[in-house]
């Protein structure tokens, strides 16, 4: 009778816990990527948003420094496995960090190592050293600068290293969506100055563009018009919601929308619209969908990104 007893709560447990995940709206928190755009007829790639925030941040370095896409499928392929694309602290002796970087062997302190930013310009800076490292297998380019105990072991995420960077970069339009899981996303307000401090430190000031703006929305629900400023928007005592970025490419245009998804949970982006098309961490689930009612005149910000952060709840 115990037995029973007890198998009966674990199925009302496991029942409970079923409902709670088939009912909160937006599945587990998860990031895909496709190389086919979303269409689900090419090759898909799944991970945590914690990875995909990692993994687009290993992409900005590389961007804001004019390397390659190969550069960046190296990367990714080195980071994830030597971390799994997660900033850890712990390792191999005093490896730490994406990639398992070692303070005794000269790559910096162990602070230092733990900024991914960081972290990834050093492995840069060591990739670019070694001679036509973009015309080397993998393998090799990658134990060139890590020197790893287990250097074949690189070569098993290059295709999935390959797909990621396919989106990161901007050459697979919408070919990156993130869920934020049960709870849906995140309640609390963003700060689109947070957000635009993080992009310049990743792609470098010039991401943000001379146009691009920190919008407000005040009471009356305005938004500041282009060219004005974040010192504009606290004059009118607003609070700054929106960051407009030019595009002056598809694929520029798809490489920070992708970024601001693989960031949104972090920097609690509500939002992002991009070529037509946009992404709500409310409507997560659908990935990207058209621009409802998109079908008037051109809009001036045709060629910008457009990242509104999330409001909070009152």
């Known amino acids: 009778m115990r037995v029973l007893a007890a198998c009966l709560v674990l199925a009302a447990v496991g029942g409970y816990l079923l409902t709670q995940y088939l009912t909160s709206g937006s599945g587990p928190a998860r990031c895909t990527v496709t190389a086919a755009g979303g269409s689900g007829d090419g090759a898909t790639y799944r991970m945590h948003p914690e990875q995909a925030a990692n993994a687009a941040t290993i992409e900005a370095v590389a961007s804001s420094r004019g390397l390659p896409e190969r550069a960046v499928t190296i990367a990714l392929a080195t980071a994830m496995q030597e971390s799994g694309l997660r900033n850890i602290d712990h390792g191999d002796r005093d490896s730490v960090g994406l990639f398992q970087q070692r303070p005794s ?58 797909l990621l960077t396919g989106a990161l970069t901007g050459r697979h339009a919408a070919a990156l969506t993130c869920t934020m899981g049960p709870g849906g996303p995140d309640e609390r307000p963003g700060d689109a100055d947070r957000v635009r401090e993080k992009l310049a ?114």
């Open 105 to 162: 062997q000269g790559w910096g302190s162990v602070p230092q190592i733990m900024d991914p930013v960081y972290a990834a310009g050093k492995f840069y800076e060591h990739l670019v050293e070694v001679p036509g490292y973009s015309r080397l297998p993998l393998t090799v380019a990658a134990q060139k600068v890590q020197r790893s105990g287990f250097p074949q072991a690189y070569a098993k995420h290059e295709g999935n290293a390959s």
């Open 201 to 314: 430190r990743e792609f470098g000031p010039e991401v943000l563009g001379e146009d691009s703006v920190a919008a407000g929305t005040g009471t009356g629900g305005g938004r500041s018009a282009p060219g004005s400023t974040a010192a504009d928007g606290a004059r009118a005592g607003e609070t700054r919601r929106e960051v407009v970025l030019p595009a002056s490419a598809s694929e520029r245009g798809w490489e920070l929308a992708h970024w601001a998804v693989a960031q949104a949970g972090e920097l609690r982006i509500a939002e992002i619209s991009y070529d037509g098309r946009v992404w709500s961490a409310e409507r997560a689930e659908e990935g990207w969908r058209p621009v409802e009612g998109d079908a008037g005149a051109p809009d001036a910000r045709a060629a910008a990104v457009t990242l509104r952060v999330s409001p909070g709840t009152t």
